[in-house]
């Protein structure tokens, strides 16, 4: 068995050299020469019939402008600050002639080495008293060899015994003491570098530590902060008798009857105010309204209402009612509705006139006996009721029901975006609106006296994560500007215009930003910005930076949860970085094999549940047992999205777990190739996929819509390619490069990489 996978890996790590050859343009003999063996001794070494000595495969590292992790796992070294490395636990590199070579610090870039033994002898004064941190420019190396050592790197502290070994930026003040009773013997190797240090400078928080604010919401939320108002916990209590329409909407009405709830604009540029009180009464006559025409708990209602202000009085509506509230976007044709209508069991529908969804809805029907209600917003249509005209004849007094719905009662249904088959319909209680206070308070970081704004259509997930609950737990106003496309021409003046304080939109709409002149319009309104729905591009983050002065907070989740990881309150952004995992949810990386995955290594992102179920944590998949417990097992949610973890704990999203491009023995993450052609100015967007390829088994595809003006020529094509090459591992260029006008998503806005 033993013999098998050795001659597997020296198979693949020959078949990484071959590739690499060639894409360097180098010949046989060539390489022969570079790494000083004969040519038919080469030959047999691409092949995979001699075990590779150590020092060729540094010459051919070196030959390729790679490191030689690259040809070792198929993977590029990610780690940039330090990395330990326990005994035992390097990555062997060769044997040969009874030496055994292994590499200490497989994971950090750019490697550079002088070696010095040293010996520290123990103190006992020193035990208790602060380590001297001192600094130099370049990198350091220390290898135990003999007793105990704590090592201090910034904020970081490891305690390294015989065998253990760290790497880390010198330039970061660090230090060391002899520990355990007894004198300590390492290896030290430095490297004073040129300049200055060779690590990105980050730019300060400045962060404002906040008192308690008096929400209606302290009742079932309280959270633990630092002295820099850095979320630490969050304890969610009583529940069990959880109504966010009762207990928050109608409650703020009662303390502040007049505060704004939200602003809306219509295509015509009719501006609404709804003011708390507004929002209490109207979804008041709206449960009256949807109760007289048999609405009733437990039914299950769709909402296709794009951006209209309707959308919130049915949602309040349904959850004062107890029936289940089902969003969807209006661009669903007939076959997507008949889909839904007849998986969740829809008895009533709310549409908006606008377009052909509610002509698409009524051919869908067929076959839907359970679809008995149908209810227009916006205009009128033979078989269906005109809410407009009608709901207004309905008190606007509503009673909370003895038999109201609460806690873990079933509250939301949401169709996931379905990238691969059908979706699935995820099932939400009432807790799961709590679960979206950390997503405003220290994420979009909204103000009680702010007005907050996520561009997004109701249709759409990240619409209850920034439209209504989250926000309104913290009685911040919420923004809602209609349009069809986005013009930044037209959207980004409302900003301004409006006073919109805190911004929260998905990568393509900063896109779609950067690539106007932003010093046109004004962004001075706005202090804090947000983006999610899939992984952020670093030179976006730059650009968006440089044109606004607003840093861009990265933040991850599903459909099937709130909040998992982001960037909040107190914390640094780190350019292309989701953030670190929020205290609401037991997160973590865990490899195929189910173990933890270490520094730098590629894991799923999964939540642990088996100490009890995290607020905000789906219910399951509705009428769909197998696939509930294919996602939740073992006292695990598998989210299906890979990342790895820095040395401070922020991740670093690689892709979905059926996107990685296996490519000639490589392993290669769909999202980095695509954050280097980014770069380019003349990308609008881009999708890398894979190819199916005889000899490399999968090559990489990228899919790229151009700025305006710009001709996808093959010229074009060759030099991004080229500028791949030269700006990652030269193994990730894409060879096929295609030029498309758009890029399938999903109705999140996700690239569908299996239709690219």
């Given amino acids: 068995m033993e013999t098998v996978e050795l001659n597997s890996q020296l198979l693949e790590i020959a078949y990484r050299i071959r590739e690499m050859r060639e894409i360097s343009g180098f010949t046989r003999d060539e390489m022969a020469k570079r790494t000083d063996v004969t040519l038919q001794e ?8 001699m075990d590779f000595p150590f020092t060729l495969l540094h010459k051919c590292a070196v030959a390729f402008g790679i490191g030689i992790t690259d040809l070792l796992e198929g993977d590029s070294a990610k780690l940039s600050s330090y990395t330990v490395t326990r005994k035992g636990q390097g990555q062997m590199a060769a044997k040969e002639d009874g030496i055994e070579i292994s590499s200490l610090a497989p994971m950090f870039r750019n490697k550079i080495a002088e070696p010095y033994w040293v010996r520290y002898a123990y103190s006992e004064s020193q035990q208790n008293r602060p380590i001297h941190l001192t600094t130099h420019n370049g990198q350091e190396f220390d290898l135990v060899l003999q007793g105990s050592l704590k090592v201090q790197v910034g904020e970081h502290t490891e305690i390294l015994r015989e065998g253990d070994s760290i790497y880390y930026n010198s330039a970061t003040p660090h230090g060391m003491i002899a ?7 390492f290896l030290a190797v430095v490297l004073p570098g040129e300049g200055a240090a060779n690590t990105a400078e980050l730019h300060a928080s400045i962060v404002e530590a906040r008192k308690a604010e008096d929400y209606v919401s302290n009742r079932f939320v309280k959270t633990h902060e630092d002295e820099h108002g850095a979320l ?15 207990d928050i909407v109608d409650a703020i009405a009662k303390k502040a009857p007049n505060k704004l709830a939200m602003l809306h604009v219509d295509m015509d540029g009719v501006e609404r105010k709804f003011s708390f009180e507004d929002m209490s009464k109207a979804s008041n006559r709206t449960a009256n309204y949807f109760r007289s025409l048999g609405i009733k708990k437990g039914d299950k209602v769709m909402l296709v209402l794009k951006r209209r202000y309707q959308f919130w009085f049915s949602m309040l509506a349904l959850h004062k009612i107890g029936a289940v509230a089902i969003p969807a976007t209006y661009q669903l044709v007939a076959h997507d509705f008949t889909y839904r209508f007849q998986a969740a069991g829809v008895s009533a529908l709310v549409c908006t006139a606008d377009g052909e969804a509610a002509a698409q809805a009524d051919l869908g029907q067929e076959g839907c006996p359970e679809l008995t209600t149908k209810i227009l917003v916006g205009g009128t249509r033979e078989g269906w009721h005109d809410f407009d005209s009608e709901y207004t004849r309905f008190s606007s007094r509503f009673e909370r029901p003895d038999d109201a719905i609460a806690g873990e009662d079933t509250m939301l249904m949401f169709f996931t975006s ?7 319909i995820a099932s939400h ?6 679960g979206h206070f950390v ?7 909204v103000h009680s006296d702010g007005l907050h704004l996520t561009i997004s259509d109701t249709g759409w997930g990240k619409a209850l994560w920034g439209k209504i609950y989250g926000q309104w737990l913290c009685e911040a106003a919420v923004a809602t500007f209609e349009f069809e496309r986005f013009d930044a021409k037209y959207l980004i003046p409302l900003f301004a215009k409006h006073k919109v304080t805190t911004l929260c939109a998905p990568p393509t709409i900063y896109r779609m930003m950067i690539k106007e002149d932003l010093s ?4 001075s309104t706005i202090v804090h910005a947000t983006t999610a729905g899939e992984a952020l591009n670093p030179e976006v983050f730059y650009q968006f930076e440089q044109a606004t002065g607003l840093r861009i907070m990265e933040g991850f989740g599903q459909t099937e949860t709130t909040l998992l990881v982001a960037c909040l309150t107190g914390m640094n952004p780190k350019p292309g970085s989701m953030g670190r995992p929020v205290p609401t949810y037991d997160v973590d990386l865990l490899t195929p094999e189910g173990k933890p995955a270490e520094l730098g290594e590629p894991g799923e992102i999964v939540i642990h549940v088996d100490k009890g179920h995290p607020c905000g944590l789906f219910q399951g998949y509705y009428r769909d047992e197998e696939q509930t417990r294919e996602a939740v097992c073992d006292g695990i949610y598998h989210t299906g999205d890979l990342a790895w973890r820095d040395e401070d704990g922020y991740y670093w999203y690689v892709g979905r777990r059926d996107d990685v491009i296996k490519s000639s023995g490589y392993r290669i993450g769909p999202f980095e190739i695509e954050n280097v052609i980014m770069e380019l100015p003349y990308v609008l967007e881009c999708g890398v996929s894979a190819a199916p390829d005889e000899i490399r088994g999968q090559v990489i595809k990228a899919s790229i819509v151009l700025t305006a003006g710009t001709e996808g020529t093959e010229d074009l094509k060759k030099e991004i390619q080229e500028y791949v090459k030269t700006h ?4 990730k260029y894409p060879r096929i490069v295609v030029f498309r006008d758009e890029l399938p998503k999903t109705i999140s806005g996700k690239i569908m990489r299996r239709l690219l």
């Fill in 179 to 185: 520990v355990e009773g007894s004198e300590c013997l």
């Fill in 42 to 49: 080469y030959t047999d070494y691409e092949a995979g019939k």
């Fill in 728 to 731: 990652t591992a030269p193994y």
């Fill in 520 to 523: 046109k319009f004004d962004f």
């Fill in 418 to 424: 379905g990238t691969t088959g059908y979706p699935k």
């Fill in 429 to 434: 209680s009432c807790t799961y609106a709590l």
């Fill in 439 to 445: 997503t405003a308070k220290y994420w979009h970081q």
């Fill in 232 to 246: 630490q916990s969050v304890d969610f209590v009583d529940t069990d008798k959880f109504n966010f329409a009762f």
